[in-house]
């Protein structure tokens, strides 16, 4: 069993599974897992897979790219509150101009490889 770290959350995106941490004293899930509970402050966890889909609760349209997404650009950086989970945040792929996305949105996980790395991107439906 892996750790409950971000290093673990970044593997089991390589193999497209969105996975938090739960607390099984509060049933708080952490999105990227956290090895202590930060509400109760337990480790009794274990891992949960979270649906990919969900909807934006904040946004922001980014025209200056980190170099490694400069080929995706623009795209929106988002905190995404996912189905019956957590909120994450993530890229917002497919948006050229602010009014392409709002808060309230559905969009649904997408996985980009970046050379060796995944990266946890959203799309809306
Ligand atoms: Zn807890």
Not at 45 to 52: D, Q, S, Y
Not at 91 to 110: F, N
Request: hydrophobic share 35%.
């Amino acid at each position: 069993m892996e750790g409950f770290t971000v290093k673990a959350f970044h593997d089991f995106l390589r193999e497209n599974k969105i996975m938090g941490s739960r607390c099984k004293d509060c049933e708080g899930v952490n999105l990227p897992p956290r090895p202590v509970c930060p509400v109760c402050g337990g480790r009794d966890l274990e891992w949960v897979e979270i649906r990919g889909k969900g909807v934006v609760e904040a946004y922001t349209v980014i025209t200056v790219p980190l170099t490694k997404m400069s080929n995706r650009c623009p795209y929106a950086v988002g905190v995404v509150k996912m189905d019956g989970g957590p909120s994450v945040s993530g890229l917002i792929l497919g948006v050229t101009e602010g009014d392409d996305v709002s808060v309230g949105s559905r969009v649904v996980a997408e996985f980009v490889k970046e050379g060796d790395e995944t990266v946890l991107c959203f799309r809306q439906t």
